[in-house]
């Protein structure tokens, strides 16, 4: 699944070739990604508005239109935003496909069909699912001590469980949940209330540092994550721990090994994160 480094890549890449945009037409090859809207509908709400702007918000991508219109985005496990300059032909798992003025066209693929978009009126997002979530990772609000606050607020529950759990911390997912708790020497099943002050400050710094160096490589491609030219990412080719079973560590002698949390495969050095 696309996480927040991915996401943010796909936004930065959006606000390149999509403001000042006119959308003329879409055409949608499945509903169940619309919700209870009809495609009709949807398609009337959105055709003949200019782009105005687009967000991120955790792993959500938000569009904003003239109008006051916001299209709402998830890519969930398998979906992709690619950007073609002229026509271009429809793939086997596209899903939608945005004509926009001088013949560019943006498409959405999905190979699992599990991607969602919403459309909102501005004055409803602050009631809207993306705006329910917890702080994002990324923003200049989120310094140590509001971590400190929202890891005292589940003091029973295991670290990793809570860094995935949007509702505390909005964004983060498997892969740079693994490599942060790695970078901090921190056992993903660790209770959060047996943290103390220094390793969580090492948690708080490790998740910077590995969120944005996951930006600065253009994202993790370990699975179907493209940008919006088709191209992957690169920062698998730094990941440390994660889908590393049975390899050396980087940092000692140990073997990576993989155990289950939250429902989750998650991989850890034993020997640098120890259970504390």
Not at 47 to 64: A, E, N, Q, S
Not at 146 to 166: D, H
Not at 186 to 213: C, D, F, I, Y
Not at 224 to 249: A, T
Request: with cysteine; charged share 25%.
């Amino acid at each position: 699944m696309p996480e927040l480094p991915e996401v943010e890549c796909l936004v930065n890449d959006l606000r390149n070739c999509l403001p000042g945009r006119k959308i003329f037409d879409v055409k949608f090859y499945w509903e169940r990604m619309l919700g209870d809207i009809p495609p009709q509908q949807f398609c009337k709400g959105i055709c003949g508005r200019t782009i105005k702007k687009i967000k991120r918000k955790g792993k959500y991508i938000l569009i904003f239109l003239s109008g006051k219109k916001v299209l709402e985005i998830h890519l969930r496990m398998t979906g992709a935003l690619l950007f073609y300059a002229a026509a271009f032909q429809p793939v086997k798992h596209t899903g939608a496909i945005f004509y926009l003025d001088s013949n560019a066209e943006l498409h959405f693929q999905d190979m699992r069909k599990f991607g969602t978009f919403r459309l909102w009126e501005e004055t409803e997002l602050p009631y809207t699912k993306p705006f329910l979530l917890g702080p994002d990772p990324l923003a200049k609000e989120f310094g140590f001590k509001q971590f400190c606050t929202l890891l005292a607020q589940k003091p029973r529950g295991m670290i990793k469980s809570f860094l995935l759990n949007q509702k505390n911390i909005a964004g983060l997912g498997n892969i740079y949940t693994d490599e942060a708790l790695f970078r901090a020497g921190v056992h993903p099943t660790r209770k959060v209330g047996t943290l103390n002050r220094q390793e969580k400050e090492a948690l708080w710094k490790s998740l910077h540092s590995v969120l944005r160096e996951g930006i600065a490589c253009g994202g993790t491609s370990v699975a179907n994550y493209k940008d919006i030219r088709g191209l992957p990412g690169g920062f698998q080719k730094k990941l440390r721990v994660y889908r590393r079973q049975g390899e050396s560590c980087p940092c000692c002698a140990g073997k990576i090994v993989r155990c289950v949390v939250a429902g989750r495969g998650t991989y850890f050095c034993p020997c640098c994160q120890p259970p504390g």
